[in-house]
T-cell receptor
Framework: NAGVTQTPKFRILKIGQSMTLQCTQD?????MYWYRQDPGMGLKLIYY???????DKGEVPNGYNVSRSTTEDFPLRLELAAPSQTSVYFC?????????????FGPGTRLTVL | GQNIDQPTEMTATEGAIVQINCTYQ??????LFWYQQHAGEAPTFLSY??LDGLEEKGRFSSFLSRSKGYSYLLLKELQMKDSASYLC??????WGGGNKLTFGTGTQLKVEL
């Protein structure tokens, strides 16, 4: 199993551009998450999904959108990129509701908005 | 909401023991996780506590006291490769499923010779 994969690894955007961060997991996990991590800060939850077709906002959803058309894929869309969205973005997945369902993280996408 | 506090930095010597503390205040609690994150890499799971007490996994142990809102991660026989950030994360059951985690800012551990 590849686990959780993310593309691209790095990206530089200009202000106002848009892009989609891709996330795919091959563990058949129901739950998927998008986090951002700013330097010296903890991970902040952007959006999450409990299954195909179901998504909901996390702590910092403004400026982002998600979709979940399949169990495997959970892309994150940035519309009208802003410098405040410069961050490292991690996708994660887990398998159970509550309890000790460990979240497995992808390698991250390092995004710079200039 | 959730509030999690952990020290920003710690330094320890190779071969020694170090304890990283985490205190939390939460509106719901469904367990506490510790993750390790090396610079430029993704977090990886270390341990999980949902009941009070100590969980041991080789050189790593984690302790939880729910009444005190307190946990610690104990690392024994420190190795240079243990230099990393250690993230405390609390799971709160605030929605209808999944494991919604709130992360602390992490403790940067530096292991020296």
């Amino acid at each position: 199993n590849a686990g959780v994969t993310q593309t691209p690894k790095f990206r530089i955007l200009k202000i106002g551009q848009s892009m989609t961060l891709q996330c795919t997991q091959d563990m058949n996990h129901n739950y998927m998450y998008w986090y951002r991590q700013d330097p010296g800060m903890g991970l902040k939850l952007i959006y999450y999904s409990v299954g195909a077709g179901i998504t909901d906002k996390g702590e910092v959803p403004n400026g982002y959108n998600v979709s979940r058309s399949t169990t495997e894929d959970f892309p994150l869309r940035l519309e009208l990129a802003a410098p405040s969205q410069t961050s490292v973005y991690f996708c994660a997945s887990s398998t159970l509701a509550g309890g000790a369902d460990t979240q497995y993280f992808g390698p991250g996408t390092r995004l710079t908005v200039l | 909401g959730q509030n999690i506090d952990q020290p920003t930095e710690m330094t320890a010597t190779e071969g020694a023991i170090v304890q990283i503390n985490c205190t939390y205040q939460t509106s719901g609690f469904n367990g506490l996780f510790w993750y390790q994150q090396h610079a430029g890499e993704a977090p990886t799971f270390l341990s999980y506590n949902v009941l009070d007490g100590l969980e041991e996994k080789g050189r790593f142990s984690s302790f939880l006291s729910r009444s005190k809102g307190y946990s610690y991660l104990l690392l024994k026989e420190l190795q240079m490769k243990d230099s990393a950030s250690y993230l405390c994360a609390v799971s709160g059951v605030e929605w209808g499923g999944g494991n919604k985690l709130t992360f602390g800012t992490g403790t940067q551990l530096k292991v020296e010779l």
